[in-house]
């Protein structure tokens, strides 16, 4: 694969909330191809390509941990906005300590993941493949990134850096780091896990069949996958 | 891969539960579409049509007695019979499927509007209709032949119609087919499933629950009940009731995609194991949380799980419902056996096959809906393992005979509660006062063979400071703690210990670390104050025991020079005074350092109250009881 990257993520606390469980939030054992694909693009994207991730590799045993959190109950009605550019000086606020709901979560603790991905092209324009991945690569040894990358829920910061850069498990890195350590499972079925949202179909969710395989969990593509 | 699979997903697990549940022949599972409900009377007819019999069938039930002495009494109740069913009845006209009161079945009824009963029996015969047209069965031939014949509110013509029918709740039965009723025909029940999937009006798409295509979609999830502390009314595990948990414009359930069967599926088996029986045992209560467990496949373990975690409420029940009380010995035995290891296995005890997959799902009340507090995959094995692993690091010699050896979960859990004397000068705790995360924890790294929580340890050294109650239970605890922490790799803030046996579970005399030392030392100037002024308003371990334990060299001197004094005073000052040498020689005093650290870490805390639990139960133990037994030290041979 001529445009593959690799990268190593890691974070304290990971919640990639399974959308039949996402009020009281439950997570899937592993990190899931759209969180993978949004870590990415907050490191590098441009209108010209699109990412599309190849295989995540569980390299920390799956911890979980139960956490409770006051969270926003209901999002700024359309109909707030509307009336201030309407009327000029109405509020469009939402206040925290008057629309809250506590909300349990069971999160995933100490997560390290490598991803590989590579991106495609969306159109004709801006197609020169060496600029885009030199970009990428770049950004990611120096540590820049668009937004700060998140490991499911924005409030879990995701650390980065390239595939065996150190980490906290293997503070000098190298190859020995990009290895899973002991604990984690091998070969394990996942059942329906959400693969991505197919924005090219009024933003359908599609699922399929996750399973680890040799500690590595390799996404369908979207073509193939249920709606 | 493409259906089943996914064993780790909990809604999966559930709806594969649910599959076995309908198989089961000794459950009551209604299937989709089919319900379970109160039934009076059968009407039987032949295969032309005309009414046979119209027949009683409800049963006697016994109702165990109140109280010990009282006897069972019976009375008769309806028989409960699945038929066809769809929920959506409320006042106005609406017929049930082959099944209903006479008002609807017969067109017979003693109240109401005769207007209204003729519309009613209507309704029930072009329900039929329409259902039954185009079956080619005799049973639905029958029904129809039967129903055309008859005008609304025609009572006479039945033989034997009772009065007492009226108004009850009847099925049809063809003649000459004693144990099966019209509606369970296949031809019937095939027929009616395709009425209902007709008559849903809802989007297909892909259910990833079963991940098959093109199935009708739930909109809203049967309602779960039975989970402590939830709404009466119940509750839902899936639901969107506020606007922040909807995503790209997607509203309700549209934002997890189920279908109606899987949906019916996991919430029936979910409300099975929710409202077993008590004496079902795969429920039960930690902290706040309810825990449901099963297995793939039919074991034992499903059936005395509940025991293993909370043996101390299974010998309660045993005693309240009289059986023979060789239960009670089973139970020890079986976990005895757990906690040693010994061959051959629990799993062949119990007669299970190893490999059994067996799920452990924890929910908790938010609001109205339900949290996961945990879920844990594992098989029968790995559960019999991972218990056997916790009673034996829970090991720990005990006070007095009433304590168990095998405590339970919950009891665990209430040792991190504050200790307070209730009336009578006992010291008890309560559920309340224990942040319910604990329970939640425990039993996870119970079932996971993790570590316990770190904050375990902070909150029973906190509870010794304000209490003062060093129990049995604290102390299984800890012990627990420092051995699991070992095992799993974790170095302890000691220098001496580094094997999970050197935690051990009576006196060590041979242990050279320091935080042990010093509780040894501790206990022995405690009883020497005892034996010099008696009882005592405060004694040092009341006013002293938090400090000595993290700030030993703040307090130390003082207690040895006060210990002098008790020692002259005391009629046998002369044993603790050798007990106190004995102990002094232990430390290590290496270039003059003093013997009595500025402070220790919560690690060595542990072994403090270790030391002084061990030092004061082998002080106070009777001599008669064992004087010559060798106490179990299995850290010897490493400090020798």
Known sequence: MAFGVSLKVWGEYACFTRPEMKVERVSYDVMTPSAARGIIEAIYWKPAIRWVVDAITILNPIRFENIRRNELANKLPLSTVTKAMKDGVSPVEKFIETDRQQRASLVLRDVRYIIEAHFEFTGPDDNNDGKHLDIFNRRLAKGQCFHRPCLGCREFAAHFGPADCPDPVFPNGGPESMRPLPGVPDDKDLGWMLLDLDYDNDMEARFFPAKIDHGVVRPWKMEEAKA | ?640
């Not at chain 2, 049509?49 to 119209?54: D, K, Q, T, Y």
């Open chain 2, 1 to 640: 891969m493409e259906n089943g699979g996914g064993e780790s997903m909990i809604l999966q697990a559930l709806a594969n539960y649910y599959d076995r549940l309908v198989k089961a022949p000794d459950q009551d599972v209604p299937e989709p579409g089919f319900s379970v409900q109160k039934i009076h009377a059968e009407i039987v007819l032949d295969k032309d049509g005309n009414l046979v019999a119209m027949n009683d069938i409800q049963q006697e039930e016994t109702i165990p007695p109140k109280t010990k002495k009282g006897k069972p009494k019976t009375k008769i109740v309806p028989r409960k019979v699945k038929v066809p069913f769809v929920e959506g009845r409320t006042s106005g006209v609406a017929a049930f499927f082959l099944w209903d009161n006479t008002g609807y079945v017969l067109g017979a009824q003693d109240k109401g509007k005769p207007e209204r009963i003729v519309k009613q029996f209507e309704a029930f015969r072009n329900l039929a209709h329409e259902v039954l047209d185009d079956v080619e069965d005799e049973g639905a031939r029958a029904v129809i032949t039967f129903l055309d014949s008859r005008e609304a509110g025609q009572t006479d013509a039945i033989e034997d119609f009772e009065e007492k029918f009226i108004g009850n709740n009847c099925v049809f039965r063809l003649d000459g087919e004693p144990d099966c009723f019209i509606h369970d025909h296949p031809a019937v029940r095939t027929a009616w499933l395709k009425h209902i999937d007709k008559s849903i009006e809802r989007p297909t798409g892909v259910c990833l629950i079963s991940g098959q295509a093109d199935e009708p979609q739930a909109r809203i999830h049967p309602v779960l009940k039975g989970v402590r502390g939830a709404q009466t009314s119940g509750a839902y595990i899936v639901s969107f009731n506020a606007s922040a948990f909807m995503s790209y414009g997607k509203e309700y359930n549209d934002n997890a995609p189920v279908s109606e069967r899987a949906a019916f599926a996991y919430t029936t088996a979910l409300n099975h194991l929710l409202n077993a029986k008590k004496t079902e045992h795969q429920r039960m209560l930690l902290g706040d949380a309810t825990v449901v467990f099963w297995s793939e496949t039919p074991t034992r373990m499903e059936s005395v799980l509940q025991m293993f975690i909370d043996p101390g409420a299974a010998a309660e029940d045993e005693g309240q419902e009289a059986h023979d009380g060789s239960v009670i010995g089973q139970l020890r035995t079986l976990l005895q056996a757990v906690r040693d290891g010994k061959e051959p296995p629990v799993t062949d005890l119990l007669g299970d096959e190893p490999d059994t997959p067996f799920y452990v799902l924890g929910l908790a009340p938010n609001a109205s809906r339900l949290a996961v507090r945990f879920w844990l995959v594992s098989t029968v094995a790995d559960i019999a393992e991972r218990l056997a692993q916790h009673f034996d690091d829970l090991e720990m010699e005990t006070q007095f005979d009433f304590e168990s050896e095998f405590p339970g979960i919950w009891r665990l859990v209430l040792e991190l509660a504050p200790a307070r004397p209730n009336a009578e000068g006992r010291y008890t705790s309560k559920m309340d006062d224990v942040p319910p995360v604990y329970a939640g924890a425990l039993a996870r790294s119970v079932f996971t063979g993790e570590a316990y929580p770190e904050s375990i340890v902070n909150r029973i050294l906190g509870r010794f400071r304000s209490d003062g109650r060093v129990t049995h239970g604290r102390m299984a605890l800890l012990a627990a703690h420092h051995r699991r922490a070992l095992r799993k790799g974790r170095t302890l803030n000691i220098d001496s210990i580094t094997k999970p046996s050197e935690v051990t579970v009576s006196l060590n005399p041979e242990t050279k670390n320091v935080g042990y030392r010093l509780g040894r030392l501790f206990a022995v100037l405690e009883k020497a104050q005892q034996e010099a002024l008696g009882n005592v308003n405060a004694t040092i371990k009341d006013r002293f025991f938090g400090s000595a334990m993290a700030t030993p060299a703040t307090v130390f001197p003082r207690l040895l020079d006060l210990g002098q004094k008790h020692i002259a005073k005391a009629e046998y000052g002369h044993v603790m005074d050798r007990h106190i040498g004995e102990i002094m020689e232990g430390f290590e005093v290496a270039d003059g350092t003093p013997p009595f650290p500025a402070h220790l870490s919560s690690d060595d805390q542990v072994m403090f109250a270790l030391g002084y639990y061990h030092q004061r139960n082998a002080l106070w133990r009777k001599k008669d009881k064992s004087p010559d037994a060798p106490q179990k030290t299995t850290g010897t041979e490493e400090a020798a």
